[in-house]
């Protein structure tokens, strides 16, 4: 944990990575993509272990882990590993007839990796929040310095144990700690900072990583919300959306927030999503296998204190020992409830009735874009008008959260819910500088 004595120094820690990154170890073809096999090969390698941890952390159930933090991550580490020789093929561009350059004159840009990375993971994905983005920096040809959150202990210290046996122990290193080894490690100079966790670190994390003028990514949080048209089957819509939203016990960034919907299909949607809670965790969700636990003390109170924010349709029971908070819809919530205030990031789902579109479009405008806009309908003009009325991180129309799985699609927030993005080939932008190259004939 944090003062363990074989940890470095935040200052001696960077500077071991800057003195690898110098030495061009990182550079070659070959050692990158032996980093995302190693990588690869410690999640499937460890696959109890991590699942202990992670139950530890969060209670996370098993599939939870197999599915969202072992073989989602494994899936976007491969697709990396299999297209990163094409995608750092350097990029040709016409050298324009406008410049007046000499005949044989050449352009293109190419990735040159920044140097030495920092990410500063968070709890609630420990294990895939703090591997995917490290990944995408190894991919780009840097060294990194990884940060679990200390929130997740159990997960921390077994990144900390078994990163340095899968990747080159001199280009990664794993600091644990809290806000202080955050802190010492933000005073350090890195050629980026990537940051996951709330707005408000995240403000701390851009104003340290300014007296560098070190690059920041930022991937933050937000009320997601979730838009139901009046034409669409509400057993298709509850499924999902629950799965989605009650996984991890609601501790997702990109879960459903708060669903809008009018009221004769919000009434309908009720009975729907009783009926869908029941299918994926039982008559008690408190003895099933499948449903995980409210990080800690503070989370649990904090989630607590939101549930008299509307009629109370299903849940609500609560069990501070355990950390247990049951699967609750909220229905006839009104914009300006506690629950509407503030990201829930916890298993309580308000249903808002809206009169129609316009009112859910500007009921969404008239708070921070979120990180991921969700909506069922299928009515070409609605799915226009969400897409050019609205701002948000990711639009997702039909399956709340799965756009995550796609590499090929950029994840990232716009506003309060983060800037910049990553996943596939997107990291390889964020991890990289695109250098601008000209090649002039001498003769
Ligand atoms: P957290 O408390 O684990 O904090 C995140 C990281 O910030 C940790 O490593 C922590 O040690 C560090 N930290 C805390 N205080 C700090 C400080 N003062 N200075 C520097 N670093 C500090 O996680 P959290 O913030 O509670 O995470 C939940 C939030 O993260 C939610 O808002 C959620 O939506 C968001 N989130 C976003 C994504 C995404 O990919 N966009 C993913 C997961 C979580």
Not at 183 to 209: I, K, P, S, W
Not at 350 to 375: C, K, M, S, T
Request: aromatic content about 6%; hydrophobic content about 40%; some cysteine.
């Amino acid at each position: 944990m944090n003062n363990q004595p074989s940890q470095p120094t935040a200052a001696e820690a960077v500077a071991r990575l800057r003195t690898a990154f110098r030495t061009g170890r990182t550079r070659p073809l070959a050692w990158r993509t032996e980093q995302l096999t190693g990588l690869c090969a410690l999640l499937t390698g460890h696959r109890d272990e991590i699942a202990d941890a992670l139950h530890a952390d969060l209670g996370k159930p098993r599939t939870e882990a197999d599915r969202a933090e072992i073989d989602s991550t494994v899936r976007e580490i491969d697709h990396t590993a299999r297209h990163l020789e094409q995608w750092l093929l350097p990029d040709p561009v016409p050298a324009s007839s406008l410049t007046r350059l000499p005949p044989g004159t050449t352009a293109h840009t190419r990735y040159d990796p920044l140097g030495t990375v920092l990410v500063i993971a968070p709890w609630n994905y420990p294990v895939q929040l703090a591997l995917v983005p490290m990944a995408g920096a190894l991919a780009a040809g840097n060294t990194v310095l990884v940060k679990p959150s200390e929130l997740a202990p159990a997960s921390s210290a077994l990144l900390a144990r078994l990163l340095p046996r899968y990747v080159d122990p001199a280009a990664v290193t794993v600091l644990e700690g809290g806000r202080e080894t955050a802190t010492a490690l933000l005073a350090e100079r890195f050629d980026h900072v990537f940051y996951t966790g709330n707005a408000d670190v995240g403000r701390v994390v851009m104003r340290a990583a300014a007296a560098h003028l070190t690059p920041v990514t930022l991937e933050l949080g937000g009320k997601s919300p979730v838009f139901v048209d009046r034409d669409v089957d509400p057993e298709v819509v509850a499924a999902r959306v629950a799965r989605a939203k009650f996984s991890n016990a609601g501790q997702t960034c990109v879960a459903p927030d708060y669903l809008l919907a009018d009221p004769a299909t919000a009434r309908a949607l009720e009975g729907a999503l009783a009926r869908a809670v029941e299918d994926l965790y039982g008559p008690d969700p408190a003895r099933s296998a499948e449903y995980g636990r409210i990080v800690n003390e503070r989370h649990f109170d904090r989630v607590v204190a939101l549930l008299d924010s509307g009629r109370t349709v299903f849940g609500g029971r609560h069990d501070r020992a355990d950390r247990y908070i049951a699967p609750t819809v909220l229905a006839e919530v009104k914009p300006d409830a506690p629950v509407m205030r503030e990201e829930i990031f916890g298993p309580v789902l308000p249903i808002l009735d809206v009169a129609g579109l316009d009112e859910a479009i500007a009921l969404i405008n008239d708070r921070e874009h979120p990180l991921a806009l969700y909506a069922f309908t299928d009515n070409g003009d609605t799915r226009r008008r969400l897409a050019e009325e609205t701002s948000s991180g990711g639009l997702n129309f039909g399956l709340p959260v799965a756009h995550l799985s796609i590499p090929e699609l950029p994840f990232g927030g716009v506003g309060e819910s983060g800037s910049g993005r990553y996943h596939g080939r997107w990291s390889i932008d964020t991890f990289s500088h695109r250098r601008a190259c000209l090649d002039v004939p001498l003769g």
